[in-house]
């Protein structure tokens, strides 16, 4: 889809569809909408990109998807130069929040404060450590025999 921004904005708006009636995959929705909004500032769609950009920004700060928001951040600065914004007005709209992001992924999520993902919460095994259980039973059920 390299340069059909039309086709690339029809496939992110029926995945977005998609997540949102099943309920699947939602932890994608701030990246599909950073993405979106990326295809609409591509296309020229300013006033849409940046509208979608805000929308991916407050969702993924309410999923703590930092990856997400910065990325959509930087689209939404882009979309408010190219409408003509000055980089001070711009700064102000974001809030000086892509700095932060910055320094927080940085700092990483133990610094941070950030909840652990689901792999790296007390009492849950990672998927390293998984593997090696199921060789580890595997092996003494077969010594067993």
């Known amino acids: 889809m390299h340069g059909d921004h039309e086709r690339a904005i029809e496939s992110f708006r029926a995945g977005l569809e998609l997540a949102r009636t099943s309920s699947a995959?939602?932890?994608a929705e701030p990246e599909?909408?950073?993405s979106l909004a990326d295809c609409e500032l591509r296309r020229g769609a300013l006033a849409n990109a940046e509208e979608t950009a805000r929308l991916a920004m407050a969702l993924a700060r309410r999923r703590s998807a930092r990856l997400a928001?910065?990325?959509a951040t930087i689209i939404c600065g882009a979309a408010l130069r190219a409408r003509g914004a000055s980089a001070a007005e711009v700064d102000?709209?974001?809030a000086?929040?892509?700095s932060s992001l910055g320094r927080a992924a940085q700092r990483g999520p133990a610094r941070e404060g950030a909840?652990?993902?689901p792999a790296n919460r007390p009492g849950r095994l990672t998927s390293g450590q998984a593997e090696g259980s199921v060789r580890t039973s595997a092996?003494?059920?077969t010594r067993s025999r």
Do not use: P, V
Request: hydrophobic share 45%; net charge positive; charged share 25%.
């Open 92 to 94: 102000a709209q974001s």
């Open 139 to 141: 092996s003494s059920a």
């Open 25 to 27: 995959a939602m932890e």
């Open 32 to 34: 599909i909408l950073a």
């Open 96 to 98: 000086g929040r892509a």
């Open 115 to 117: 909840r652990a993902g």
């Open 69 to 71: 928001e910065c990325r």
